[in-house]
Every structure is written in structure tokens, then in C-alpha cells.
């Protein structure tokens, strides 16, 4: 991944994901706008998060929630 994306959540908060070299920065807002977190990762560590999300927007779909 080589440029930013932003996750919106279902109670407005916003995460930021921006690559830095070989980590992530991920900048986690409330709805305010005010920083809630901030968290770095390897590369290893994104692409299970990005999975565990994943799993959980099928998991949530298939038992007819609203993500």
C-alpha cells in the first residue's frame, strides 16, 4: 500500500491509515474529531487487522446485520 485510506465507523469515528517506510500509522478520531489513538504496525500486523475486519463485515452480513 503506498498512499493514506480512511475507515468511517457506523459511530462516526474515522481511522486513518498512512504508510511510513515499512510501518503504518493508524490515527484513530471520534466523531469530534478529537484523537482517540494512535497505533504503528508492521506490514504483518495491517494485513491482520485488514483480515480480522474482513471476516467480521461477512460475519455481520451473513447474520443480517446492518455493516
Known sequence: ??????????????????PMGGVYDLHVRSAEGETAATVRM????????????RNALVAARSAGGAA
Open 42 to 53: 508492521s506490514a504483518a500486523e495491517l494485513a491482520v487487522l485488514r483480515g480480522d475486519l
Open 1 to 18: 500500500m503506498s498512499h493514506s485510506y480512511t475507515l468511517h465507523t457506523y459511530s462516526g469515528y474515522t481511522i486513518t491509515v498512512t
